[in-house]
């Protein structure tokens, strides 16, 4: 089973960028969809990005489209989200997961996943 650990989260102002790691330990980290999925204080956890293994197809969260972008470096085990022209309510717990199947934007086809990392935005 793969083991992830997502890092890069911090306190910004609206506006600006962060870049969010999900590095993938244990079993082979080729192979897998990687996802990630952000949680606020008293909401649901909401679907941000996801990247297949299979030729690199991406789909994102409508919330997210055009200002996040999901990518892979294979060769480092690694998962990345870059979230650029940030706001408010992008705050929350972003987690990434692997994918185990089936649709790409549903909590339940993914598995392994990490601790999280908080984002806040400042407004």
Known sequence: QVQLVESGGGL????DSLRLSCAASGRTFSGYGMGWFRQAPGK???????ISWV???????DSVKGRFTISRDN???TAYLQMNSLK??????????AHSGGNYYSASSFY???????????S
């Open 88 to 97: 408010p309510e992008d705050t929350a717990v972003y987690y990434c997961a």
């Open 75 to 77: 060769a480092k085990n």
């Open 12 to 15: 910004v102002q609206a506006g």
């Open 112 to 122: 392994s996943w990490g601790q999280g990392t908080q984002v806040t935005v400042s």
């Open 55 to 61: 030729a690199a197809i991406t789909y994102y969260g």
């Open 44 to 50: 649901e956890r909401e679907f941000v990005a996801a």
